[in-house]
């Protein structure tokens, strides 16, 4: 079966634009996460869906960014206004049974 | 803060003998450990998970200690194989409500098998 898959594979943009980042899940999976990977870091939680619902959103780092999955399953992550700290590799995970997450290829987002 | 810390960035070790990657965390609310690999342009994958009710959890040839009283774990890879070459990281969820299990990370281990 399909895995996670995510779209564009690079975001190229300037600053101050808008950008939407696109998240297609497994199948079936109920519960669906954002994270952010900068340069040398590990991946940073950002966003936690269950269903519809954004169940905890307390990893956004400010109102520039929102994230929505209106029919459970497509989710986006809208990044308003975008800065030059804001390029990354944004990755989505959906999640099935207990703790495993799977996670799809990433979003490189540079902003120049 | 980081409350999941890997202190080696990288690792090199030969074609067929033991990988040894450690974690340490600072939580004590996390219960779940668990590791993955990534392959450069690829998302993170998922190896091998330990509850924190155990203390040893094996698959193949991945098996990962978990010390909860020094807030410790490792993933040791036996024998190590040319292709096991990726950036391992450690990470850990805990009890955030309901059936969010969000992760926090290292920063990743490079592992280097030399043929």
């Known amino acids: 079966g399909a895995g996670v898959s995510q779209t564009p594979s690079n975001k190229v943009t300037e600053k101050g634009k808008y950008v939407e980042l696109r998240c297609d899940p497994i199948?079936?999976?109920?519960?669906l996460y954002w994270y952010r990977q900068s340069l040398g870091q590990g991946p940073e939680f950002l966003i936690y869906f269950q269903g519809t619902g954004a169940a905890d959103d307390s990893g956004l780092p400010n109102d520039r960014f929102f994230a929505v999955r209106p029919e459970g399953s497509v989710s986006t992550l809208k990044i308003q206004r975008t800065e030059r700290g804001d390029s990354a590799v944004y990755l989505c995970?959906?999640?099935?049974?207990?703790?495993?997450?799977?996670f799809g290829p990433g979003t490189r987002l540079t902003v120049l | 803060d980081q409350q999941v810390k890997q202190n080696s960035p990288s690792l090199s070790v030969q074609e067929g003998r033991i990988s040894i990657l450690n974690c340490d965390y600072t939580?004590?609310?996390?219960?779940?450990f668990l590791w993955y690999k990534k392959y450069p342009a690829e998302g993170p994958t998922f190896l091998i998970s330990i509850s924190s009710i155990k203390d040893k959890n094996e698959d193949g040839r991945f098996t990962v200690f978990l010390n909860k009283s020094a807030k410790h774990l490792s993933l040791h890879i036996v024998p190590s194989q040319p292709g096991d070459s990726a950036v391992y990281f450690c990470?850990?969820?805990?009890?955030?409500?309901?059936?969010?299990?969000?992760?926090?990370f290292g920063k990743g281990t490079l592992l280097t098998v030399n043929p």
């Open positions: 199948s079936g999976h109920t519960a």
């Open positions: 939580n004590s609310m996390f219960d779940y």
């Open positions: 995970a959906s999640g099935g049974s207990y703790n495993e997450q799977f």
């Open positions: 990470a850990a969820s805990g009890n955030s409500g309901g059936s969010n299990y969000k992760l926090t």
